[in-house]
């Protein structure tokens, strides 16, 4: 009992520590000013800056270092802030935590805290709603309170459910003129419209006009059934970030009875309605009804069998089957299969307890990381929409590996170029063969399984033998390549392929930065944390993304992030995903390493390499891709196609698994390849075949 009640007050002296990393600055020069600042002691700080002067609050936020929690922010830094542009109303909202969940600054503080908390079973019996809840109290009386007095409580209280909530909703709800009560009214029967219902002008003046909206909405949003309108009405919860628009066409793809009723319900409904009905849709060409295969309204449920689709089930690394004998022996996996994620988590923590004779090389902690990943993985919006990202990378090396060289080899060009359309028409085809007509849960399932087998699938194709020749050089310029990105000598010493994005730079904390901008390293990488990296040279050479490692001191590496195409004059990064082990989410070493590296490139202090890349891409565009660029093996030998397609045999559906060659080849989706690679190949066949009529014609017939 000692030794518990050490932990609670050692959890809770850590806890007030924490606290004083968030801190509010009230100050004023010719103005009155509030600070929020977060992370204070960190070169990342990040600050919310209002000013209190004006009839509405107006608010901006930044980076900048605070390292002493007394001093507050510099106010000549505050100064430059103020010379970005305000943010919008729906930002304010969300420190102000309008809609009831809390403030988006409570809900960082505590995820902050969490990431310092390295032991799992302690991590998750801390109760984060109770400490967001003392978080929104505390900065409420620091400040926030303030800020909320400055405005329109009615229409803050009409415009706390939308996401994207701008000053001239605002403003229309805040007039006090004789349509105030009618548009109050309005905004309480649709809470999730009441930012759409301002823009759209019919809808607007209906309102206006006392006139019947509902005809109205159910036009604007592509004729939602009225038996859905209707159970939108009066809803009070949150999407999630969803906007008006995507919430209601993911409400128009389902039948009204699958509407959420409950707002455990509607959450998980939001989260499928941003990963699987936004991303998978247009990925895989599927409609919503068929991914949405097996739900039947039960969002909880169908968003935990996503989740178990989207985990590595593999077992702990190094572990044998005397090991896995005597762990499967002592945990009840009926029960835990059986038990809902909360419930399986604790279930977990009290067989794992009881594992005491468990090999040297197997920890704890290792194999509670796999009964969760098995039985209660994280079905958070995040880990989701990267689960369906995922699904594109899986149909990109399909697309490369497969689909694009058997085309090739079945038009009988001997010097196949590549185009946007030939990636387009093979990317289609490449849906249509490994998911057309499938659900959502499978679709995840076969992906993580693809993503597991990675460096398998992308080696498959060349001759082994053949490339054994040349193995020792090959390793001797990757270890050079490895050694002058470590040593900040990224360019053509290292035969980088394409332009790196920024030096390899090291954070405060030790780990270091690394542009990985050479194929080997990508597949090196893959390797290494187990997940789809190698198959993103394309992405890379072609379409101007970047990839950067998180390594320690010794090399090792980390986390993976990958970066959309740099803009010129924007220091700006748009960091598409940025995933660790097995796409696990990032430790607080690496995530906050490479959140240093992105705010010291936001402000310049890490200069991009914006001349490197664009002379990259300006001689790319001049350059021929030639398909055994892409597939990285010689697709004319018809035993390299057999090598690159023999792996893939378990994921393609039955239809395809018997067929040859020739037979596949021959299948209307490779074909419609094949026509937009040759597209004289129907005339050319049409050719031959009258050319061989003509030899089999009598020479003397009468």
């Not at 403030?103 to 505590?110: L, P, T, W």
């Not at 969002?299 to 593999?314: E, I």
């Not at 849960?441 to 498959?460: D, G, K, Y």
Request: neutral net charge.
């Amino acid at each position: 009992m000692s030794n518990q009640h050490s932990k609670a007050e050692n959890m809770a002296l850590n806890w007030k520590q924490h606290q004083a990393s968030v801190r509010v600055y009230e100050f004023q020069t010719d103005r009155r000013y509030l600070a929020i600042a977060e992370r204070v002691g960190s070169p990342s700080s990040t600050v919310t800056l209002f000013d209190l002067s004006r009839g509405l609050p107006a608010m901006w936020t930044g980076q900048m270092e605070i390292m002493d929690p007394h001093a507050g922010p510099a106010t000549g830094r505050l100064s430059a802030l103020m010379s970005t542009t305000p943010a919008p109303l729906g930002d304010v909202l969300r420190v102000l935590g309008a809609d009831g969940t809390g403030s988006i600054i409570a809900h960082r503080s505590v995820e902050d805290f969490l990431e310092k908390v390295q032991d799992p079973k302690t991590r998750a019996r801390i109760p984060v709603q109770g400490l967001i809840d003392i978080e929104q109290k505390r900065l409420s009386a620091a400040g926030l309170d303030s800020i909320r007095n400055l405005l329109d409580p009615d229409a803050i209280n009409a415009l706390k459910l939308c996401p994207d909530a701008s000053f001239r909703a605002y403003a229309h709800y805040a007039d006090k003129g004789p349509k105030r009560e009618d548009r109050l009214q309005a905004a309480a029967s649709y809470p999730l419209l009441a930012e759409f219902m301002v823009n759209r002008i019919s809808v607007r003046r209906a309102i206006d006009a006392r006139k019947p909206i509902g005809p109205l909405l159910q036009q604007a949003f592509g004729g939602i059934s009225k038996g859905t309108l209707k159970r939108v009405a009066g809803l009070q919860w949150p999407s999630r970030g969803l906007s008006a628009e995507r919430v209601m066409h993911a409400l128009s793809t389902i039948p009204p009875d699958w509407v959420p009723t409950d707002r455990e319900n509607w959450e998980a409904f939001c989260d499928v309605a941003a990963s699987v009905g936004s991303t998978l849709t247009d990925t895989t060409g599927n409609s919503p009804q068929t991914l949405y295969a097996g739900c039947q309204g039960k969002w909880v449920d169908y968003r935990a069998r996503l989740a178990r689709a989207t985990s590595d089930t593999r077992p702990p690394e190094g572990s044998t089957e005397e090991d896995l004998a005597y762990i499967n022996a002592n945990v009840d996996h009926k029960a835990l299969e059986k038990a809902s994620s909360i419930k399986a988590e604790g279930m977990i923590d009290a067989m794992v307890d009881r594992l005491d004779k468990l090999a040297p090389h197997l920890t704890k902690d290792d194999v509670r990381d796999w009964l969760v990943r098995l039985y209660a993985p994280p079905a958070d919006q995040g880990s989701l929409v990267t689960a369906c990202r995922n699904v594109a990378d899986t149909l990109r090396v399909f697309s490369e590996k497969v689909t694009i060289p058997v085309a090739a080899y079945k038009s009988e060009k001997t010097d196949a170029m590549m185009s946007a359309a030939i990636d387009e028409a093979a990317m289609k085809a490449s849906s249509s063969i490994l998911f057309e007509g499938q659900s959502a849960v499978n679709i995840l399932s076969t992906s993580r399984h693809v993503h597991s087998q990675m460096p398998t699938l992308l080696e498959a194709g060349p001759d082994l033998l053949a490339e054994l020749e040349n193995e020792e050089e090959r390793n001797e310029q990757e270890r050079l390549a490895e050694q002058s990105l470590l040593l900040q000598q990224l360019g053509v010493a290292c035969q980088a392929e394409w332009a790196p994005i920024t030096e390899v730079t090291q954070a405060p904390n030790g780990m270091y930065i690394v542009p990985l901008c050479a194929t080997s390293l990508l597949k090196e990488e893959g390797k290494r944390l187990s997940h789809c990296v190698g198959g993103y040279t394309s992405a890379c050479k072609s379409r101007g993304h970047h990839i950067v490692s998180v390594r320690d001191s010794g090399g090792n590496s980390l986390s993976t992030a990958e970066i959309a195409p740099i803009q010129a004059g924007s220091t700006e990064l748009k960091v598409i995903q940025h995933r660790a082990k097995s796409n696990g989410r990032p430790g607080a070493l690496s995530d906050g390493a490479f959140n240093w590296w992105k705010t010291q490139v936001s402000v310049a202090a890490i200069p991009l390499n914006y001349e490197g890349v664009q002379e990259y891409l300006s001689n790319l565009g001049q350059s021929i891709s030639f398909v055994r660029k892409v597939c990285g093996y010689d697709w004319q030998d018809q035993e390299s196609l057999k090598r690159a397609l023999y792996p893939w045999g378990r994921y393609v559906p039955k239809k395809y698994r018997s067929m040859n060659i020739d037979r596949f080849a021959d299948t209307p989706e490779v074909m419609k390849v094949v026509r937009t690679l040759h597209p004289g190949y129907d005339r050319m066949m049409r050719r031959r075949a009258e050319e061989e009529a003509e030899m089999e014609r009598p020479a003397m017939s009468m």
